[in-house]
Nanobody, 115 residues
Framework: VQVVESGGGLVQPGGSLRLSCAAS????????MSWYRQAPGNERELVAT????????NYADSVKGRFTISRDNFKNMVYLQMNSLKSEDTAVYYC?????????WGKGTLVTVSS
């Protein structure tokens, strides 16, 4: 099983980034996929979730209207489009897969929002 995030980096406040997560080794289309983040000194928090079929999504209040989660069940990919980035969005972003009691985590990608 592999869950690999990419797309992090340094961006100025107000800018945009698109994170990608490539999954393999499990039945991707059956899994709910989420993005979490963890800022220095903080607990890991849920950012966004997309259901297995890709119809239902949920977002943390802090990112609603700015972030969009999507998935491609043919490519086994999940994405997080982040717009209007703020300094408080700085964190390591993790991709998470869950189906019943099974779950997998990626190692994370760092997003730094700074001028």
């Amino acid at each position: 099983v592999q869950v690999v995030e990419s797309g992090g980096g340094l961006v100025q406040p107000g800018g945009s980034l698109r994170l990608s997560c490539a999954a393999s080794g499990f039945t991707f289309r059956s899994y709910h996929m989420s993005w979490y983040r963890q800022a220095p000194g903080n607990e890991r928090e849920l950012v966004a979730t997309i259901a297995s079929a890709g119809v239902s999504t949920n977002y943390a209040d802090s990112v609603k209207g700015r972030f969009t989660i999507s998935r491609d069940n043919f490519k086994n990919m999940v994405y997080l489009q982040m717009n209007s980035l703020k300094s408080e969005d700085t964190a390591v972003y993790y991709c998470h897969a869950r189906w019943r009691a099974m779950e997998y985590w990626g190692k994370g990608t760092l997003v730094t929002v700074s001028s």
